[in-house]
């Protein structure tokens, strides 16, 4: 029996019926498609037969109906299953931090996990702008919140959306706890508009006040009034994403002079246009960069990827423009981290997929150095894990970085801010990296 009292049969192997997800399906346009495809054996397989599960960095997936696709009814079970798992540890109060990238319906994804929890009785703020990655990690361990939520697919194509979730620690969820959440996924019993919260009851926080207290609070102040007036040109691109309110800001702090931009990838624009696959990592994505560069006659090329937690960087060579690996850029950054830092306590970390430079580096100052499991929710943990510890510093060779212990997760924006003092120090003694 469907739930609008229509007979229909009950198609067996289905991890739900689309009937059922008709009723609670609050798009018009995916309602249209599972009716008019529902006796079609093939979709039904394709998008019906397996629910969503956690990968190195959350959920990710292109948009679309069924559990197996990023949508809102799947968007809502799994907050279900989060605010169900924190009610199990009693941490409910503590509420859970919200954000959002400029991708397609991020923000009704995002709206609608915090109208979900604040049902649950579980307290939300949510940041009512697309914004950064690392300024949602941030706010939820200065709030202490026990978790955090980040509607982003990174710099996955454009047709995907992706849901990154924090655990009570401030990093990335692990398992088994990321198993215990997928175990309350349950698509028998659908969330529908009755189950949620009246939008009043959710705290908002702007995007600029959200940004302005990350700036604040993790990217140190520079002692000079006015950027510095010797510092090189530099070209930056946020790739279409939300970094590059937030670059610009965080490099008024710290004193650095704000970059060139690639005026047609500054804006947000979920669409990506020109980026199929908007990962800096990828062959011609820097193309646009490299041209504004090279009018610009500037020697450096930096870009995060959209969700701002990626930092890529290029240098003109004789030779033409040389991106730097994950490797080397990662080698360079532990090796400024560690001549900025002292004592006995330091600690950093690395994937094994990633150089063993590192270590040997680290080895040589004297400092702990931890080789993990790929991603970034493994390269964090001894930064929780070891508290006694002084973090200073992890990566991976897949562009991410992390330079202090205020966002636990990788950050972009101050790797980037860190990697450009860097670089004015050797260009100041005319030293390239």
């Known amino acids: 029996m469907r739930q609008d009292e229509l007979v229909t049969d009950v198609v067996p192997g289905l991890v739900v019926q689309p009937a059922a997800w008709i009723v609670a399906d609050p798009d018009s346009s995916g309602k249209s ?19 969503l599960q956690f990968g190195t960095a959350g959920l990710r997936a292109p948009r679309g109906v069924g559990p197996s696709h990023m949508n ?12 169900l798992h924190l009610l199990d540890l009693g941490l409910a109060r503590s509420g859970v931090v919200i954000g959002y990238d400029a991708r397609p319906d991020s923000d009704i994804y995002a709206l609608d996990t ?63 706890e990321d198993r ?5 996924m349950n698509f028998s019993h659908l969330p529908d508009d009755e ?31 006015d950027p510095r007036s010797d510092f090189p040109h530099w070209v930056y691109s946020p790739l279409c994403g939300v970094g590059g309110a937030t670059m610009e800001a965080a490099c008024f702090r710290a004193g650095i002079p704000s970059p060139v931009r690639v005026n047609n990838q500054f804006e947000p624009d979920g669409s990506f246009p020109g980026l199929p696959f908007p990962n800096p990592e990828e062959p011609g994505v820097l193309d646009a960069a490299y041209s504004v560069a090279d009018k610009a006659n500037a020697p450096l090329v930096v870009a995060n990827d959209p969700d701002a937690d990626r930092l890529a ?67 964090m ?10 973090w200073i510093f992890g990566y991976e060779e897949a562009l991410g970085y992390s330079v202090n212990d205020l966002v636990l997760d990788k950050d972009g924006i101050a790797a980037a801010i860190t990697f450009l003092e860097m670089w004015y120090e050797l260009n100041s003694r005319g030293t390239d990296p």
């Open 33 to 51: 498609i599972v009716a008019e495809r529902a006796s079609d054996s093939v979709f039904l397989d394709q998008y019906f037969s397996t629910k």
């Open 72 to 83: 809102r009814v799947t968007v809502r079970v799994t907050a279900r299953a989060i605010g």
């Open 114 to 176: 915090a109208l979900l929890l604040t049902a649950l009785k579980i307290p939300c703020l949510l940041i009512d702008d697309p914004c950064p990655t690392p300024v949602v990690v941030w706010h939820q361990k200065m709030r202490t919140a026990a978790g955090a939520i980040v509607v982003t697919a990174s710099h996955n194509p454009a047709p995907d959306s992706g849901y990154k979730v924090y655990g009570p620690d401030g990093s990335q969820i692990r398992p088994p």
């Open 180 to 184: 215990k959440i997928e175990s309350l």
């Open 195 to 225: 189950d949620l919260a009246s939008v009043d009851e959710v705290e908002f926080l702007s995007g600029d006040e959200a940004i302005a207290a990350y700036i604040e609070a993790v990217i140190p102040s520079s002692n000079q009034r």
């Open 313 to 379: 960087v290029a240098v003109r060579t004789d030779l033409g423009w040389h991106q730097l690996t994950g490797d080397e850029l990662g080698l360079l950054l532990c090796d400024h981290q560690l001549s900025k830092t002292s004592g006995e306590n330091r600690l950093t970390a690395s994937s094994f997929v990633s150089s063993e430079a590192v270590g040997t580096l680290c080895a040589a100052h004297g400092v702990e150095h931890v080789r993990t499991l790929t991603g970034f929710k493994w390269i």
């Open 381 to 390: 943990e001894p930064a929780v894990s070891l508290s006694d510890s002084n």
